[in-house]
């Protein structure tokens, strides 16, 4: 069992930067392929960033050259660095988790059900 907790959302104007982070507890003795989602208001939840058990990662887009993956091991956190910052990335931000081996897929384009471990979420405003 995994469990995952965001946080660092907040409101900004256009062009600032936020850091978010997904603190991550539980089962180690496997590797995961962690997520970053957004749901938007009267949007469907869709798949930001991912990085897998060996590091490698894959962007959505929409926000390649904006946001950044990262993770602390050794504070057992995930990091979203996301500058830039639009209107369009106004949303709720979720941290997920899944199982992984190698060669096994870890996209950013895998949809939600993939996932079987979530967090609850922080939210971004970004005003113009």
């Known amino acids: 069992q995994v469990q995952l907790a965001e946080s660092g959302g907040g409101s900004v104007q256009a062009g600032a930067s936020l850091r978010l982070s997904c603190a991550v507890s539980?089962?180690?003795?496997?590797?995961?392929?962690m997520a970053w989602f957004r749901q938007g208001q009267g949007k469907v939840r869709e798949g930001v960033v991912t990085?897998?058990?060996?590091?490698?990662?894959d962007y959505a887009d929409s926000v390649k050259g904006r946001f950044t993956i990262s993770q602390d091991n050794a504070k057992n956190t995930l990091y979203l660095q996301m500058n830039s910052l639009n209107a369009g990335d106004t949303a709720m931000y979720y941290c997920?988790?899944?199982?992984?081996?190698?060669?096994?897929?870890?996209?950013?384009?895998?949809?939600?059900?993939?996932?079987?471990?979530w967090g609850q979420g922080t939210q971004v405003t970004v005003s113009t």
């Open positions: 539980g089962y180690f003795d496997v590797s995961y392929c």
């Open positions: 990085i897998d058990g060996d590091g490698r990662t």
């Open positions: 997920a988790a899944v199982k992984w081996s190698p060669g096994a897929y870890c996209l950013a384009r895998l949809p939600e059900d993939s996932y079987p471990y």
